[in-house]
């Protein structure tokens, strides 16, 4: 069974940080393409991050550039999400998701989904 676990996810005031991270298991890790979406109250989810099976290749939202860095550690089965200088705007249940074809941008492309994590950004 394949299984996405994200954490790291909290309340944090304007300008600040969090890191996230999703561990997976249940899927040959490296052979899979790993995105960020984010999904706040009212809107549709919408793409942050993706990074390819040797991370090689890596793609950002224009909103989250210069602010946000994906990572992965295939030993440890881990995609990161490093989140600096963080806004209200930022403020979403945030996703991790794998892709067999990828990395996309577009949410319907990917195959395994975690449950989220909530990031909350005081003004």
């Known amino acids: 069974q394949v299984q996405l676990v994200e954490s790291g996810g909290g309340l944090v005031q304007a300008g600040g940080s969090l890191r996230l991270s999703c561990a997976a298991s249940g899927l040959p890790f490296n052979n899979y393409a790993l995105g960020w979406f984010r999904q706040a109250p009212g809107k549709e989810r919408e793409f942050v991050a993706a990074i390819s099976r040797t991370g090689y290749n890596i793609y950002y939202a224009d909103s989250v550039k210069g602010r946000f860095t994906i990572s992965r550690d295939n030993a440890k089965n881990t995609v990161y999400l490093q989140m600096n200088s963080l806004e209200p705007e930022d403020t979403a249940v945030y996703y991790c998701?794998?892709?067999?074809?990828?990395?996309?941008?577009?949410?319907?492309?990917?195959?395994?989904w975690g449950q989220g994590t909530q990031v909350t950004v005081s003004s």
């Open positions: 998701a794998a892709d067999r074809l990828g990395p996309r941008t577009t949410w319907l492309s990917y195959d395994y």
